[in-house]
């Protein structure tokens, strides 16, 4: 069983920064890939970011150029820095860790941004 836990999430301003982190109970060298996910409040689930083994990224149209997903491998952790943030941005970020064709998810963590 593979254990995945999203932290960071909080309040912040319109314009702010936050980063948020998905820590996986595995090595993260070992995987296919790790993807962050958020919901908005009334919406449904959508793709944000990804991260493919090997380092390749990917990101949806909105968030291009603000955000920025990153590895740390000795702490089996992948990041989600979120720069100008926008109101729109407050959703519930979800991470999941695919490894066999299989996805693994954590909780999530709440972004909330305020205008």
């Not at 995987?31 to 990804?50: C, L």
């Amino acid at each position: 069983q593979v254990h995945v836990e999203e932290s960071g999430g909080g309040l912040v301003q319109a314009g702010g920064s936050l980063r948020v982190s998905c820590a996986a109970s595995i090595s993260i060298l070992n995987i296919d890939a790790m993807n962050w996910y958020r919901q908005a409040p009334g919406k449904q689930r959508e793709w944000v970011a990804s991260m493919i083994n090997g380092g390749s990224t990917n990101y949806i149209g909105s968030v291009k150029g603000r955000f920025t997903i990153s590895r740390d491998n000795a702490k089996n952790t992948v990041y989600l820095q979120m720069n100008s943030l926008k109101p729109e941005d407050t959703a519930v970020y979800s991470c999941n860790v695919v490894r066999y064709g299989m996805a693994y998810w954590g909780k999530g963590t709440l972004v909330t941004v305020s205008s």
